[in-house]
């Protein structure tokens, strides 16, 4: 993993910086107070997010609220990471809790939303390992070194100081008293007064030496006069060898002025010979210093000249464009043509989509249906018991009627019988008994009429209410509402059909396009695979352009060197500096500079 760039909108003190990483070791000197601390810790928060998000109260521990803007602007920034051979663009933006933020991680080639890495695992998943881990290990911030060297008390005061340079400080002070305590401790032998003490000792013990030292005192000045004696001596010694010495090298310095003459005198004639030599090789004429100094730029010239055309020629039909030549030919496609590709690929996108939907919506229309369905069945039995039971009172109804058109068939027949039969009429005459009550006989009339009446009333009430009921049909078309459903789903279908047919239709112009280019096509990669191969023909023809653009300078170069070849070879004539060739190419004074050179700087020597 290795971090390329970070961008700061606003973290902290910090609001936009921009800072680019390379390869080793990248060293950000400025003084104290800079944001060094607070650039750091923007780095670790991108991967891990803030800690201390509930410690409100403490604006040290929640460094939401520690590290929120100075100048209110954007909470946030960009970082620029690669991992193994893939590169991000990470954003965040920071809001006033954790539920306001905003996670962005794109590819950085592409420029598409990558799901490789999540807000809540980014820093984990990258690092291997946890935020306290991180910060005690690959990312180590001055304000993460906790002081531990004075008690308990001291130690929580001096941690809660906001800048390291007091720790120092307070460092420094109790060296300095502890050192003060030491050099003046009585019971150490290497404090101010252990040494003051061994010195006092040892003055003592000079004095009591005293007598001894004065005694030796005088023998060293009696040795000392006997050495000076004797080094006036061995001066007068030394004066007389070094004026035999000198003579010694005069007579030798004379000798060797001689012998220097003498070579010098070979010398010349040696040399006089050779510049006669010389002078026969350049055909009895000593070349001007300009026409040296013109054949050797016209040379350096041409080296340039000739390194430019094989530095240009080196680089004509790269690898890079060979392969994308190999893979597109000489009409690779129109950036529309792959523009309509993507377009295809997006509404097949959409389509896909847009069928899942439909097949929901069929889902749910077909649990519709069978619930309509359930529930006609439901109310078509109920209809048919009620219309049963009203059936019944209508039977009952009619065979009430019977039973009173009976009753008063029966009552008028019994009455008859009994009242007008000629039995019962001549036994009244025999008895003298035999008396008409016109009221009984009209009452006992009326009744037999009124139950029959009432009998007939009822059968025709009862034989009505039957021919209503069976007469009575359902109050709608239970059926009309699930034909609308069925017809529903049925448009739900052909539309599902149509969007599948043009999703098959697109595919498979799709593969039909990558497979020129021997390519597979897969819907979940369709798209990167066209956005790679805009990039790929747009690098080709730039490198096509420029390849021709080489090829045009090569040939103006070939030009050029063959006109400064011409414009030498005529200097070299003048010099007497012709090289001869080999026989391989029409003009060898360009393949011979180097020893063109060298018979150049023979003549010049």
Known sequence: MRITGVKIENFGRLSGEKFEFKDGLNCIIEKNGWGKTTLEAFIRIMYYGFDGEGKRKNIRENERTFYSPWSKGTYGGTVEFSVGDKSYILTRIFGKSEKDDTFELLDAVTGLKSEDYTAADIGLRIFGVDSDSFKSTSCIGHNGIKYSGVKSDVSSKVSALPQSEDIAGFDKLQDVVTDYLNRHSPRRATGLLGKQKAEIAGLERSVARKEALLERLGREKENLSRTVRETDKITEERASLDKEAGDLRSLKEKSLIKKNIEEKRNSFEGRKAEAERLLESLGGRVPEKEEISGAEECLSGLEKLTARAEAASGNIG????????????????????????????????????????????????????????RESETARRAADADKRNRLKGATGLSAAGIVLLAAGAGLAGVWYFLVYSPAVLKAAELADTAKFDIKRDGLMTAVALILVIAGIILCIAGAVKRKRILGTGPAMDDGLYERRIEESIKSLRD????????????ESALKAFLGRFDLSYYRAEAEAVLY???????????????NILKLREGDRLAAEIKETEGKLSGLLKRLGAEIAGDGTEENDTGK????IRRRIGEIKN
């Open 318 to 373: 790269s690898e890079r464009l060979e392969r994308l030549e190999i893979k597109y030919g000489e009409n690779p496609p129109a950036m529309d043509e792959v523009d309509e590709c993507l377009e295809s690929v997006q509404i097949v996108q959409q389509l896909t989509g847009k069928t899942d939907i439909l097949e929901g919506q069929i889902a749910g229309k077909t649990d519709e249906l069978q619930t309509v369905k």
């Open 495 to 506: 539309e599902q059909e149509r969007d599948r047919e043009d999703i098959e239709s697109r």
């Open 532 to 546: 790679a191969m805009k990039a790929e023909i747009s690098e080709y023809r730039e490198l096509r352009e420029d």
């Open 592 to 595: 011979n500079t180097a020893g």
